[in-house]
């Protein structure tokens, strides 16, 4: 079974050269691997073409955020499950063969599968799933927590965080929109929380594949704070509108509005992304 793995690149230069590398050790041979570069400036484009030719690249003029690059790689990929992966990620040496394995025992209606996705060290755990709350907040599910013991939540997984996650290709023509697999109105962040929220409303379920381990550096692409705390706040109320009903909507407002009006306020007092597009 092909499986299929689009990276995102944007200045990535210091971080792909050891996801390319950790893809490249994996036992299983039948990978394809896509890299859709966003616009970068550095040497990213020049180090892949030299050091890695088998790799399918794309190449984008400019940045035009995260869910456009993934719904390009996605289109041009040809396995049955899709893995996307964020530069910034190592995967274990036998991160395939344990998704293989664990892959034989789904129901078919499993059209994701988060990973066991690690910090930096391997030490604790940087996401085992997203979790939405009643107010629509989304968690990386045992964020921080030591990456050897077990730990509960793993019930309340929505989906999984697009660092590392696969997606069966079924589900994703499924689930499709005008705006594509991943959402392009999001550009950046929460974008996954959105087609997981889509693909549960459509009768999907999602499974943890805990063996499959890797580490995430986080925010390779050096986004600045500001501009990820707009997107944070823009693109919840965004997923929020697209997903809910009148009234459960109204709800999640009402539950909201004690966090929520002071931040906006504070956005628009010291956020510069509140008065400008991205």
Request: charged share 25%; hydrophobic share 40%.
């Amino acid at each position: 079974m092909k499986v299929s793995v689009v990276i995102l690149t944007w200045n990535s230069q210091d971080h792909i050269k050891a996801c390319l590398s950790s893809l490249m050790i994996q036992a299983t041979k039948d990978l394809e691997i896509i890299v859709v570069d966003n616009g970068s400036t550095d040497q990213t484009l020049t180090l892949i073409r030299d050091e890695y030719p088998q790799v399918i690249l794309i190449s984008n003029n400019v940045n035009r955020g995260a869910s456009f690059a993934r719904n390009q790689g996605v289109a041009n990929a040809c396995g049955a499950w899709i893995l996307t992966l964020d530069s910034d990620v190592v995967l274990e040496p036998d991160f395939f063969e344990q998704f293989l394995l664990a892959e034989k025992g789904f129901a078919d209606n499993i059209g994701m599968v988060q990973t066991n996705i690690l910090d930096k060290d391997g030490g604790r755990i940087y996401s085992q799933g997203v979790y939405l709350s009643p107010w629509r907040r989304f968690h990386d599910i045992n964020r921080g927590k030591s990456a050897g013991a077990d730990h509960p939540g793993i019930g309340r997984i929505l989906g999984p965080c697009s660092a590392a996650a696969f997606y069966r290709r079924l589900m994703l023509e499924q689930v499709r929109e005008k705006s594509g697999y991943f959402d392009e109105r999001f550009f950046f962040l929460v974008e996954d929380v959105d087609l997981a929220w889509r693909a549960r409303r459509a009768g999907w379920g999602v499974s943890l594949c805990e063996r499959a381990r890797c580490r995430h550096t986080g925010n390779g692409s050096a986004t600045t704070a500001p501009m990820r705390q707009y997107l944070s706040f823009r693109n919840r109320y965004l997923m929020i509108n697209k997903n809910e009903g009148f009234w459960r909507r109204a709800g999640t407002y009402a539950l909201a509005l004690p966090y929520d009006v002071p931040r906006f306020i504070y956005m628009l007092l010291y956020n510069r992304y509140m008065w400008q597009e991205k």
